[in-house]
């Protein structure tokens, strides 16, 4: 039997991962042994885990996270407030799918972003979307966007991912303008999408922070209401990997000479 038009044949049918597996299997003695019902389950089970990874890829192109980060790399041994049970919760990601926000804050180079990252990749590890932000950065695109016309675009955008990673909000001054599109952007997520919120500053200022008393109001009661917390404590991460290489790179001089 000619193998060659089978093999075009699921590359026509955008069966990828299968022609593959077929491709592979020829060449294994082993493989061809099997009963037709388990080749054939294996070429399926091919198929499913391909099509996992390339959308697994193209989620996280589109998430454009800072951070090349997962949850199976965070450090528990420091004390840090990291919580073992409560993040073993997040990582099901059933707070995404109920429209869950998440606040995390704690002092510079705490870990506030590497954790914000961990927890979009394990979105999108689980099919869902997931989106990148830097506070300041966000709002100098918004403002554009009114610029030239594409404001309500760009937010229908945003609304659509399922959560969005809002990284160092409170780290610069926040203007009439920004408080606004803010609100705008939340009013579309709340109750439908999640938000992950990182911040230095501890979230019972942010009222103070955004100085409007009535778009405080609004803000915050779409960001907080029902939402989980996590308060990062420690010395600075960065801080800490530095003063490790820099103790390794000296034991390595003491050694080679």
């Given at each position: 039997m ?24 020829l060449?294994q003695?082993a493989?061809?042994?099997l009963?037709f019902?388990?080749r054939?389950?294996l070429?399926?089970?091919r198929?499913v ?5 390339r959308?697994l ?7 454009q ?12 041994r420091?004390?840090r407030?990291l919580?073992?049970?409560q ?17 995390i804050h704690g002092?510079?180079?705490c870990?506030k ?7 979009a990749h ?14 300041p950065?966000?709002?100098d ?14 937010l ?12 160092d909000?409170?780290?610069a ?13 939340l ?6 999408r999640?938000?992950i919120?990182?911040s230095?500053?501890?979230i019972?200022?942010w009222?103070?922070?955004i100085?409007?008393?009535t778009?405080?109001d609004?803000?915050?009661d ?6 989980h ?16 290489k ?7 001089q003491?050694?080679?000479?």
């Open positions: 000619l193998i060659q038009p089978t093999l075009d044949s699921l590359n026509q049918l955008k069966l990828h991962g299968m022609a593959v597996a077929l491709s592979e299997q060449t003695s493989a061809q042994s009963p019902e388990d054939l389950g070429l399926v089970e198929e885990t391909y099509r996992e990874n959308r890829t193209r989620l996280l192109q589109v998430a996270l800072k951070e090349r980060a997962a949850l199976e790399e965070l450090d528990f420091a004390r407030g919580d073992r049970a993040l073993a919760s997040l990582a099901s990601c059933d707070w995404i799918r109920g429209a869950q926000n998440l606040l002092a510079t180079g870990g972003t590497f954790l914000a990252c961990a927890l394990q979105a999108c590890r689980r099919g869902l979307s997931a989106l990148y932000l830097r506070a950065r966000l709002f695109e918004l403002s554009l966007c009114h610029a030239d016309g594409s404001f309500r675009k760009r229908s955008a945003i609304a659509k991912v399922d959560v969005v990673v809002i990284d909000f409170a780290i001054p926040i203007g009439p303008g920004n408080r606004t599109d803010l609100l705008e952007l009013d579309d997520r709340v109750g439908a999640s938000t919120i990182t230095q500053l501890p019972e200022h009222h103070e922070y100085a409007d008393p778009l405080a609004a803000i915050l779409r960001l907080v209401h029902s939402a917390q996590i308060h990062l404590e420690g010395e600075s991460m960065r801080k800490r990997k530095a003063s490790s820099s103790t390794a790179k000296s034991v390595d003491a050694t080679a000479s």
